[in-house]
C-alpha cells in the first residue's frame, strides 16, 4: 500500500503526517515535517476515525417538503440538489438584485477553494455578498499588521525561530492546549534559558511553564502594552536608530502612552506593577525577544488597536526584522493564513489584493476573462452579512462552506434565526453540523484526505494537501460544485474542478500581490517542504523571514500608530458583574463539528466546562461539577462548573466547542477589522435548575 504524505485537517500548524491505506480506513502516523518534526496532538492522531465515520454526509439531502425547513431532510441526486440551488438563486437575482445571494467561507477552504469561492460569487453570482469565518479569527492582528507593516503574514519568520528567542512574551495565546506540538519550540528555548511571559486571564498549560504570568482583566491588553511602552520609554530601553532609520510616527505614539504610567496602568488591569517592569526589562535588556499575539488579544471590539499596540511595542524596542526576534501573530485555522489571501474576504480580490483598487481590479479581470466592470465593489463583513440575512437589502440566498456559523458566530441564538429566515440556506459539510440542521440543501464534501490542493501554514510556508484515498461514490469536492454550479449558472468557461489548475491560476493572479504565489509550483513544494510567500518567481528562494531590509510600504518604513484603550463594549455591571471570556480546550476544534464526533476526544472531554474561581463558586453556593447556568443581555447557557483558582475570580471561562458560549457572546464589532468582542461580555452565574446537559436559550 502507498504512504502519502499530507497535514492534519486541524489547525494552523499543519503539523505533517503520514497516511497509509489499509481494509478497512487508514494508518495515521505522524511524520518529520519542519512545523511538527514527528509530534502530532490527539485531534491529529485520531483525524483519521472521521473519514469513514458512520455521520459522514454520502449523498446531498434536500426538505420532504420544498421551503418548509420543519420537514425532514431526504436524500436528493446531485441535479436535484443542483437544480433547486440554480433556480432559488435565479428567482432571487430577478427579483431582490444580484446581492441577494451569496455566500460565506472558511478558514479551513485549501487555497484552491477559497480562491475560486471568492471567483465564484464575483465571476458567476456577480454579488457582492461574500466573507467568512476568519473575520471571526484572524481580521484584527491582520489589520493591524497591514496598515503598520504593509503584509499580513502571520509569523514573519519560521516557528522554529522562537526556540533561539531569550525572551517571549505570549499575548492571549495558549499553544500548549490550541496546538501541542509547537510547545517544542518554546519548551527548547526554556531548557536553553529563554524567559517566557504569558498574559491569559486564566493560568493556563501555558502559563504553569512559563516565567511569568500576567492575568488582567480583560479587555485591557491595550492598556497593558501602552504601560509597557511607558516604562521602556522612560527607562531609557527605546532603540533609537531602529525607530529613527526604519520606522515613522513614534512621536505621537509616545506622547500618548504618557498617560499610561505604571500605577494608573495596575488599576486598569490589575497587573501588579513589578511584573509589568520585569516583563518590559526581560524584552528590552535580554534579546532576540519576541511578542507574540493570539485570539486573546484580537477579538475584542478594539482588537486591532490592541495588536497594534504590542506591534508599536516591538518597533519601539527595535524587535522586528532582526533574527530570532519580532511581533507575530499565531493563525488559529489550518488554512487562516491562505484563507484571507485570496479572495474570499468581503474587500479583497486574490494575492491580498483590494477590491476598491482599480489596478487590482484590472488586473484579477485581466487573468478572469472578464470585463473589469463586471466586478462588484466591496461588501459587508461575516457579522454584518449574517446581522441582515433575509432582510430587506440583505442576502436571501446563502452558500456556507465549511463553517459552523450557528455555533461559531456571536450572539448565535439571533445567528440562527437569520439562518431560518433564508430562502434558501445551502450548506457544504461533512457532517450535519448545527449550521446544516438548519438547511433547505446539504451537500456532502470530500475531507482533508480526499482531495489534493494547498494549505499556507501559520508562517507563510505554502504546503502541499495530498489526496491518500477516493471519496465515497457521490461525494464530491467543493471545487467541483464550485465548477459544476458555475457551468449551470452559464459562466462555467472560467473554473475548473482541478486543483493544479486552479492553482496555476492563482499564482497568476497574485503575482505582484503582496501575497505573491507567483513562483511556487507543486514541485517546488514537495521538494522544498512547503514554501514561503511571497515568491515572485520560480527562481525566487520563496521568504521565510521578513523585514530584514525594509518593511512593504511605499516608504519602506514601518508606521507606529497611536492607539488608546477603549473600554470593552460591554462591562460588567450591577445587573451582569462577571465578565465571560470565551477559547479552546485541547480536545476540541473550532465548532467542534469534527472533533466532538471523535470517540477518544469525547471520552477525554465529554462536555464543556465552566471554568470558575473558587471565591466566586462559594459566593453563588457552587461546588465543583455543579451545572451553573450563564446569562448574558443575548441569551443563557448552561455547562458544568470546573473550579479553578488559576482564573481571575471576577472572570468565567467557557470554551465555545460546543452550542452555548456564544448565545451569550456579544457581537460588537471592532470598527477597522469587524471583529466580534467575543473575548468579553458580561453575565451572571447561578447554580442551574435544568436538568442535564448544556442548553441554551
Ligand atoms: Fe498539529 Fe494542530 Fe493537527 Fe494538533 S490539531 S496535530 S497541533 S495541526
Known sequence: MTATQTHCPYCALQCGMTLTPRIPGVRLEPAEFPTNRGGLCAKGFTAADLLDHADRLLTPLVRKEPG?????????????????????????????????VGAFGGGGLTNEKAYALGKFVRVALRSSAIDYNGRFCMSSAATAANRSLGIDRGLPFPLADV???????????????????????????????????????RRTNTANGAHLHLQPLPGTDLALANGML??????????????????????????????????RVERMTGVPER????????????????????????????GTDTAQAWLNLALALGLVGKPYSGYGTITGQGNGQGGREHGQKADQLPGYRRLDDP????????????DPDELPQPGVSAYEMIDRLGTDGGVRVLWVLASNIAVSAPHSTHVIDRLKSLDLLVVSDIFLSETAELADVVLPTAQWAEEEGTMTNLEGRVIRRRMALPPPPLVRTDLRVIADLAEILGRGEHFSADPRT??????????????????????RIDDEQGVFWPCPSEDHPGTPRLFAESFPRPDGRARFI?????????????????????????????????????????????????????????RHGIADGDLVELRSRRGVATLRARLSDGIRPDTVFAPFHWPGANALTNPALDPHSKMPAFKVCAVTIALADTPEGTTTR
Open 68 to 100: 418548509n425547513r420543519d420537514s425532514p431532510l431526504r436524500e436528493a441526486s446531485w441535479e436535484e440538489a443542483y437544480g433547486l440551488i440554480a433556480a432559488k438563486i435565479r428567482e432571487s437575482q430577478d427579483r431582490f438584485g444580484r446581492d441577494s
Open 163 to 201: 526556540a533561539e528567542a531569550r525572551t517571549v512574551l505570549l499575548v492571549g495565546a495558549n499553544p500548549a492546549d490550541a496546538m501541542p506540538p509547537s510547545m517544542q519550540y518554546l519548551d527548547a528555548g526554556r531548557a536553553a534559558g529563554a524567559k517566557h511571559i504569558v498574559v491569559d486571564p
Open 230 to 263: 511607558h516604562i521602556a520609554i522612560r527607562e531609557g530601553w527605546i532603540d533609537e536608530d531602529f525607530v529613527k532609520d526604519r520606522t515613522e510616527g513614534f512621536a505621537a505614539v509616545k506622547a500618548a502612552t504618557n498617560a499610561y504610567w505604571p500605577e
Open 275 to 302: 511584573r509589568l517592569r520585569e516583563t518590559v526589562r526581560l524584552l528590552a535588556t535580554e534579546q532576540p525577544s519576541m511578542i507574540l499575539t493570539a485570539r486573546g488579544a484580537e477579538q475584542h471590539s478594539n
Open 359 to 370: 489596478a487590482a481590479r484590472e488586473h484579477i479581470a485581466r487573468v478572469w476573462g472578464i
Open 502 to 523: 486552479v492553482f496555476d491560476e492563482l499564482r497568476r493572479a497574485s503575482r505582484g500581490g503582496i501575497a505573491d504565489y507567483h513562483g511556487i509550483t507543486w514541485e
Open 562 to 618: 497611536r492607539v488608546e484603550h477603549r473600554d470593552a463594549a460591554e462591562l460588567p455591571d450591577g445587573t451582569f458583574p462577571y465578565v465571560l471570556t470565551t477559547g479552546r480546550n485541547m480536545q476540541q476544534y473550532q465548532s467542534g463539528n469534527q472533533t466532538r464526533r471523535v470517540k477518544a476526544l469525547t471520552v477525554a472531554l465529554p462536555e464543556p466546562r465552566a471554568e470558575i474561581h473558587p471565591d466566586l463558586a462559594r
